[in-house]
């Protein structure tokens, strides 16, 4: 049984100096391969290395929604850092409202706009949206529908909303990806909303290095621990974990146009 980590940040500080060591800790917890996200052009190039440095690594071009004071992406940066080899996404983008810091929703119109600029990219390019979204979801799903119209696929990162959300996600062909939240004690309502979400469109991921799931909660995330969320998602919905695994590798693979392992 193997599994793929559909989101995780190995180019943050974290993992500086210790690729060997997460690389390893993957093969031994059977993690085969792993989507490294970008937030910011100014990392691109770091991430954008360590996809071409290891062949289990895929990477994204983006900038997330909460960074401010960054290089503000241009289609046409995104449509370049598209046209690199193994980039196989445009985000992580969307919309967070969750820090506000005393501004309006109506303040936010750079974030809106930013994000459309990663909408545009995605139907131009034809890769998948990774898409962020907390404390944002009506503004995210009506954004979306204004710009993509059915034209543009992709994935709600680290799903944490209602099951209204998460019914019009997939009414547009979206996919949800499940983090260790899914596992914490306090999580039962998105457990709730896991165990109805189709198992053909759901992904699973770590956001690593954060959200660590339980029993490693309060540590620094990676790859390796994947397994416990198709652990937990597996219970929730009373499959085998290897049916799980297998469902969720071959959603990330159709999306993210990566092909199949070959069978051992
Ligand atoms: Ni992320």
Not at 27 to 36: H, K, P, S
Not at 54 to 69: A, R
Not at 106 to 126: S, Y
Request: one cysteine or more.
């Amino acid at each position: 049984m193997t599994f793929v980590d559909s989101h995780c940040h190995l180019s943050f500080a974290d993992f500086a100096g210790r690729m060997p060591e997460i690389r390893a800790a993957m093969q031994a917890a059977g993690v085969r391969r792993a989507l490294t996200i970008c937030t910011t052009l100014e990392e691109f190039e770091q991430v954008h290395a360590l996809a071409m440095g290891h062949d289990n690594l895929w990477c994204s071009v983006g900038v997330h929604p909460d960074n401010e004071g960054v290089q503000e992406p241009t289609l046409q940066d995104l449509l370049d850092g598209a046209a690199r080899p193994r980039v196989v996404a445009i985000g992580e983008t969307g919309l967070d409202y969750f820090r506000l810091n005393g501004r309006s929703v109506a303040d936010m119109a750079w974030q809106r706009d930013r994000f459309r600029v990663h909408i545009r990219a995605a139907k131009a390019t034809g890769l998948p949206l990774v898409i962020h979204t907390r404390s944002a979801s009506d503004d995210t799903i009506t954004v979306l529908a204004e710009e993509g119209a059915g034209q543009v696929r992709g994935v709600f990162h680290c799903f944490t909303e209602t099951q209204a959300v998460a019914d019009a996600a997939l009414a547009m062909g979206f996919y949800i990806s499940f983090s260790g939240i899914l596992t914490f004690r306090n999580a039962q309502a998105l457990r709730d909303v896991a165990r109805q979400v189709p198992l053909e469109r759901c992904l699973i991921e770590t956001d690593s290095p954060y959200l660590a799931p339980v029993p490693y909660r309060g540590k620094t995330n990676q790859p390796a621990y994947v397994a416990h969320v198709a652990g937990e998602l597996a219970k929730l919905k009373g499959l085998p974990v290897e049916e799980v695994a297998a469902a969720t590798t071959r959603n990330f693979e159709l999306l993210f146009g990566i092909p199949a392992e070959p069978k051992a």
